[in-house]
């Protein structure tokens, strides 16, 4: 076994074909797998065993994901053996069922080999048992001299490329599912990984947007601050890790956005990761709280489990809504939502990434956590200058304004965030296409501000 404590990576790339050029390595390494299965087997029934060449490390011009990935982690032997029994059924569904049946033809029973059935999975999923069965054999000293391999401590399990299943209390715990995470199972087998989509499984929505900074307008004050959460965007590897600030700071940054809503909060907070290459994802606080006991745990769980190492900026839209002032404990709710509220405090302050805290009032959130926050960042309502440039830039370009629009004194006059003014600029485009009128005047504009105004009570 080898001791190894990699800082372990995805790394999404195709696999060349076999047109003349390299076999990927994953393939040599299933068909070096499935001999050393038969050898285990044959061992185990007192057969003749057959010969089995070496495992070959991947050629330096195989750059397959999963050759990638072992050149990166370098695992021992055990190890890659270990990953390959975990990942086999997701590339051949009966792997291990056909190698027991050239075994046992006329069928039977093979306990010690371990396995499960899957749900919907026809085919044989191997358990921790399967994994020391075939490492081991049946000899007790070196089950034993195994047993460290399947440790949470060991990398595999660390940094939850394998799990094992939970099992009833009571069974052997090596009896559970030996389990990969999908991500690298995904990446091991099409050398790409897929975003998350928003479930209750992982309750977060992926951000994405076409505009740019050029399309944001905010006071001078909030550019260099934004400017200096840039810098921490760019900068934080080499300060945490080349600089081993690691061992003086905490990691991750923490900050929270506060202001009106349509100040430029979720759009600024998307911008940041166009620009420097990380996925953003905004958090459904409606699908992470339950009023189930023990659930919102288990939802934030599986959100940061699943953000873990990736470099994703969190979003936390309405944050207040679970990081208001927390209550006195006058009953057992008040004791539980307290309790989630640290828990997620705790994953927080432990989140590698950027974690973004949005709330519209500054007052709403516990004084206990603004002081983890980083850096605080106040959107304020645009001034009527700013307005100004909402409006000259919120106007597509097939659309042409009459000689009586006067943006600057429409700015002037009403007052209204950038998200009421793309509303009344939509609602006056739809108009003008109804009409086949592609000319909009002043009267258009203003009627469409006092429709946004009746909206917001005003």
Same mark, same amino acid.
């Given at each position: ?51 089995? +060449?070496?495992?070959?490390?991947? @050629?330096?011009? #195989?750059? +397959? ?11 021992? %032997?055990?190890?890659?053996?270990? /990953? ?5 059924? !997701?590339?051949?569904?009966?792997? =291990? ?6 075994? /046992? ?13 899957? @749900? !919907? ?16 054999? +049946? ?20 940094? !939850? &490329? ?14 559970? $599912?030996?389990? &990969? ?123 940061? #489990?699943?953000?873990? #190492?990736?470099?994703? &900026?969190? =979003? ?16 057992? %709710? ?16 432990? %989140? ?8 519209? =009032?500054?007052?709403?959130? #516990? ?5 983890? =926050? ?25 659309? +042409? ?18 998200? !009421? ?21 002043? @009267?258009? &504009?203003?009627?469409?501000? $006092? ?8």
């Amino acid at each position: 076994m080898q001791a190894t404590s990699p800082n372990i990576t995805l790394t999404p790339q195709a696999a060349p074909s076999q047109n003349g050029r390299t076999v990927p390595y994953l393939i040599k390494a299933l068909e070096y797998l499935q001999s050393f299965v038969a050898g285990r087997l044959a061992t185990h029934l007192q057969q003749a065993a057959p010969e089995a +060449s070496p495992l070959p490390l991947p @050629q330096e011009d #195989d750059h +397959s994901s999963f050759a990638q990935f072992v050149k990166q982690h370098a695992p021992g %032997h055990e190890e890659l053996i270990l /990953l390959l029994i975990a990942l086999a059924p !997701h590339i051949v569904a009966g792997f =291990f069922d056909s190698q027991i049946q050239q075994f /046992l033809p006329q069928g039977g029973e093979l306990p010690e080999f371990g396995g499960a059935r899957g @749900q !919907h999975h026809r085919g044989t999923l191997p358990t921790g048992e399967t994994a020391l069965f075939l490492l081991a054999g +049946s000899n007790p000293a070196l089950r034993l001299y195994l047993l460290p391999l399947f440790s949470k401590e060991q990398w595999l399990f660390k940094y !939850h &490329i394998l799990t094992i299943e939970t099992v009833a209390a009571g069974e052997p715990p090596l009896s559970g $599912k030996l389990l &990969i995470d999908p991500e690298f199972a995904e990446v091991f087998t099409t050398g790409k990984v897929g975003l998350p989509q928003l479930s209750t499984a992982f309750p977060a929505e992926h951000l994405t947007t076409q505009m740019t900074w050029d399309d944001l307008v905010l006071p001078e004050n909030v550019w260099k601050q934004i400017q200096e959460l840039q810098n921490w965007l760019k900068h934080s590897k080499t300060l945490m890790q080349d600089w081993g600030m690691h061992k003086k700071l905490k990691p991750g940054y923490k900050l929270l956005f506060y202001g009106p809503p349509g100040t430029g909060k979720t759009l600024t907070a998307t911008l940041l990761g166009k620009y420097t290459g990380r996925e953003v994802f905004r958090i459904d606080l409606s699908t992470v709280i339950s009023k189930y006991i023990g659930e919102t745990e288990k939802n934030l769980a599986a959100l940061f #489990d699943k953000a873990e #190492d990736k470099q994703w &900026i969190l =979003f936390f839209d309405e944050a207040d809504a679970i990081f208001g002032k927390r209550t006195g404990v006058r009953d057992a %709710h008040d004791k539980y939502a307290n309790q989630e509220v640290s828990y997620l405090l705790q994953r927080i302050e432990m %989140h590698a990434g950027l974690t973004i805290l949005a709330s519209n =009032f500054r007052n709403n959130m #516990d004084d206990a956590f603004i002081r983890r =926050f980083n850096s605080l960042i106040y959107f304020p309502a645009p001034q009527a200058a700013e307005r100004y440039l909402l409006w000259e830039k919120a106007f597509p370009a097939a659309i +042409s304004l009459h000689k009586d629009v006067n943006l600057r004194s429409i700015a002037d006059v009403y007052e209204l965030t950038g998200s !009421h003014i793309m509303n009344v600029v939509q609602y006056v485009c739809l108009t003008a296409l109804e009409k086949g009128d592609l000319s909009i005047s002043q @009267q258009a &504009i203003v009627q469409g501000v $006092k429709r946004e105004l009746e909206k917001e009570g005003k």
